[in-house]
Nanobody
Framework: QVQLVESGGGLVQAGGSLRLSCAAS????????MGWFRQAPGKERELVATISFSGMRTYADSVKGRFTISRDNAKSTVSLQMNSLKPDDTAVYYC??????????WGQGTQVTVSS
């Protein structure tokens, strides 16, 4: 089992920044591919960014150039730096740790609200 706890969400004006953090515990963090996903009201959950155990990153087109995902294997944390935020970024943001189809965990989510 892996436990994931997100923090750092909140209310910010358009153009502002937030930094989300996810603390993991329970298994060898460095083995897992980590990701951030988000779900806006009435919409499906979507991928925001992922980072592999080796540090390779992927981003959704909608956040490229504005968001940066990073990980600290020594501290078992993954972060999402979000800059130039837009009202469309408003959503609940979820941290995910995945090793295999059955070794796949989600955090409880943290709300990000961007006002116009």
């Amino acid at each position: 089992q892996v436990q994931l706890v997100e923090s750092g969400g909140g209310l910010v004006q358009a153009g502002g920044s937030l930094r989300l953090s996810c603390a993991a515990s329970g298994r060898t963090f460095s083995n897992y591919r980590m990701g951030w996903f988000r779900q806006a009201p009435g919409k499906e959950r979507e991928l925001v960014a992922t980072i592999s155990f080796s540090g390779m990153r992927t981003y959704a087109d909608s956040v490229k150039g504005r968001f940066t995902i990073s990980r600290d294997n020594a501290k078992s944390t993954v972060s999402l730096q979000m800059n130039s935020l837009k009202p469309d970024d408003t959503a609940v943001y979820y941290c995910r740790a995945r090793l295999t189809e059955t070794d796949d965990y989600w955090g409880q989510g943290t709300q990000v609200t961007v006002s116009s």
